[in-house]
């Protein structure tokens, strides 16, 4: 265990290297699960028919709001960009790939992915899934990768709150929602709020979906993500590179692993 | 030729109790989503590493229950050589206490279990808080501890087929 806390590089490597060659089981012994998690699906959907559809109804309202949202907001855009005469911004590619391990402990939060290193994917991309943001590579193998996810307590996150335009910091701390620090002091936030990643660091792309504003209480703001814990299968991998700027993002030198 | 395969047969039957326990592993990791967050898959391999230290600690010493543990911490991301430590000691206490479980009815050796689960659960509260630095929420692990008893009688259901359908364990 006091070797796994020492940030050394053959330690990380040697691990690495081990789970990297041990993903292609995972992969091959987590596929039954998709098919359970479609039986356990049915059978929770016919128990909670009524509560499906409530939710199903918020969901399409939110969704309904978020469209004319992105509506208003590509308006502005393609005014401004003509305004200033600007090059469009590169449109991030994606590498798509799948969880295959997920230990749920209540010490950590990370994903395994079935891509890696060979398939594009590099230390400190953005991972989405069709709902929202979902988290950041953490590390990566040559056929595996390992996701923090938003909700771990080690993940930070740049974010802009969508409503009020203000800059803050989505903090995990293993539950559920995570909470949202350093605010301006003069910050209002209120429960609906959207929040999308701000893009500030060069860390994210800006502009993801990650959540609204679940409550605020004494100060201690809570994000409801968009994603849905219990729901990762499918994820993509958003292939951001980081304006020329900063150095090319740091990269720890990746396991090669024959 | 017989003979190597003699041998092959006779490999494969002795590495079962190790191969049943990484196999368990495995399962223990499969992204199941399941609908709470509240409800954590408990460490299969742990009932196998109970199970075997007392009927067959020559097939599972401490070094395969320490294999077996850290696999897991290696691939679940989590603070590494935790479940690694709790195998072990729990293979360890197993096998010292085994003269105590064998000959006696199953109850017994499931509140035997029941106790030594206990303690590694709470074990991996400590060392896990200690880890991360922050005390981690004990719900979850009590509901994964009290999910891990309960399987313990189907866990061993299923280790008594493995052994009857591979002779000679």
């Known amino acids: 265990m006091l070797?796994?806390?020492?940030?050394?590089?053959?330690?990380?490597?040697?691990?690495?290297?081990?789970?990297?060659?041990?993903?292609?089981?995972?992969?091959?012994?987590?596929?039954?699960?998709?098919?359970?998690?479609?039986?356990?699906?049915?059978?929770?959907?016919?128990?909670?028919?009524?509560?499906?559809?409530t939710r199903l109804e918020e969901e399409n309202e939110r969704l309904r709001q978020w469209q004319s949202v992105a509506r208003r907001l590509e308006a502005e855009n393609a005014a401004y960009r003509s305004l200033l005469s600007s090059k469009s911004d590169v449109v991030p590619s994606f590498v798509a790939a799948r969880v295959i391990a997920d230990a749920g402990a209540?010490?950590?939060?990370?994903?395994?992915?079935?891509?890696?290193?060979?398939?594009?994917?590099?230390?400190?991309?953005?991972?989405?899934?069709?709902?929202?943001?979902?988290?950041?590579?953490?590390?990566?193998?040559?056929?595996?990768?390992?996701?923090?996810?938003?909700?771990?307590?080690?993940?930070?996150?740049?974010?802009?709150?969508?409503?009020?335009?203000?800059?803050g910091v989505l903090s995990g701390d293993n539950s559920d929602w995570p909470t949202l620090v350093f605010l301006p002091s003069q910050a209002q936030v209120s429960p609906g709020d959207t929040i999308v990643t701000s893009g500030h660091g060069g860390v994210f792309p800006p502009g993801l979906p990650v959540g609204v504003v679940g409550l605020v209480r004494d100060g201690n703001v809570r994000v409801q993500p968009y994603v849905d814990w219990h729901r990762l299968e499918f994820v993509r991998v958003v292939r951001f590179d980081v304006p020329k700027l900063a150095p090319a993002g740091e990269e720890l030198p990746v396991a090669e692993f024959e | 030729m017989t003979a190597l395969a003699e041998r092959a047969g006779s490999f494969g039957r002795l590495a079962t109790p190790a191969f049943v326990t990484l196999l368990l592993v495995f399962f223990s990791l499969m992204p199941l989503n399941l609908p709470d967050s509240e409800i954590i898959m408990?460490?299969?391999?742990?009932?196998?590493?109970?199970?075997?230290?007392?009927?067959?600690?020559?097939?599972?010493?401490?070094?395969?229950?320490?294999?077996?543990g850290l696999l897991f911490d290696l691939m679940s991301?989590?603070?590494?050589?935790?479940?690694?430590?709790?195998?072990?000691?729990?293979?360890?206490?197993?096998?010292?206490?085994?003269?105590?479980?064998?000959?006696?009815?199953?109850?017994?050796?499931?509140?035997?279990?029941?106790?030594?689960?206990?303690?590694?659960?709470?074990a991996m509260w400590i060392l896990g808080s200690i880890y991360i630095g922050a005390f981690v929420k004990a719900g979850p692990l009590a509901i994964q501890a009290l999910l891990t008893i309960?399987?313990?009688p189907m866990m061993t259901w299923l280790m008594i087929r493995v052994r009857r359908a591979v002779s000679g364990i």
């Not at chain 1, 040559?142 to 974010?159: G, I, Q, T």
């Not at chain 2, 729990?90 to 106790?115: D, H, M, N, S, Y």
């Open chain 1, 106 to 167: 209540p010490f950590v939060r990370t994903v395994l992915l079935n891509a890696g290193h060979r398939d594009g994917i590099r230390r400190g991309q953005a991972v989405m899934n069709a709902d929202g943001l979902v988290g950041r590579v953490s590390e990566v193998g040559k056929r595996s990768a390992r996701v923090l996810l938003l909700s771990d307590l080690n993940s930070r996150v740049p974010v802009l709150n969508g409503t009020s335009l203000q800059r």
């Open chain 1, 3 to 53: 070797l796994g806390r020492l940030d050394n590089k053959i330690v990380e490597q040697t691990r690495l290297a081990i789970v990297d060659g041990i993903s292609p089981i995972m992969e091959v012994v987590s596929r039954p699960a998709a098919g359970f998690n479609r039986i356990v699906d049915g059978i929770s959907e016919q128990l909670h028919l009524r509560r499906e559809l």
């Open chain 2, 150 to 152: 309960s399987l313990y």
């Open chain 2, 77 to 122: 991301g989590g603070p590494l050589g935790l479940l690694a430590f709790v195998f072990v000691v729990v293979q360890a206490v197993a096998a010292t206490q085994r003269r105590f479980f064998l000959g006696k009815v199953f109850p017994i050796e499931w509140l035997g279990f029941c106790i030594i689960a206990l303690g590694a659960f709470v």
């Open chain 2, 42 to 68: 408990p460490p299969l391999a742990l009932m196998a590493v109970f199970y075997w230290s007392i009927y067959r600690p020559d097939l599972l010493p401490a070094a395969a229950a320490f294999a077996a």
